[in-house]
């Protein structure tokens, strides 16, 4: 429910629940992508993330945990971009090859 959070600055919204739980899941991805030297497990946990927050997206009326107003855009394609960028940033945790 973080990625929900906004307040108003000068009559406009900014969603900085959204910032603040793109900037947690880019901490879990690089943890996992340093502690398992490996970019697998930022890869699942991106797509993991995804899959629920689409799930969570398309939910009945009532049900609904993102909506489709301006945080829940920012949540659902911040996941994606947030992903990418980790994938490319702990490819350098690979072991290196001898």
Not at 37 to 51: E, F, H, I, K, Q
Not at 69 to 85: E, N, P, R, S
Request: hydrophobic letters at 60%; a positive charge.
């Amino acid at each position: 429910m973080l990625h929900g959070q906004d307040f108003l600055v000068a009559g406009v919204e900014v969603p900085w629940g959204a910032a603040a739980a793109l900037a947690l899941l880019a901490a879990v991805e690089l943890w996992l992508g340093a502690a398992f030297r490996s970019v697998l497990p930022t890869a699942v946990c991106g797509m993991l993330c995804y899959a629920l927050a689409g799930w969570w997206s398309a939910l009945g009326n009532g049900k609904r945990l993102i909506v489709g107003d301006l945080a829940g855009t920012v949540w659902i394609y911040g996941i994606a971009v947030v992903t990418l960028v980790l994938l490319v940033w702990c490819r350098r945790y690979r072991p290196a090859r001898t």
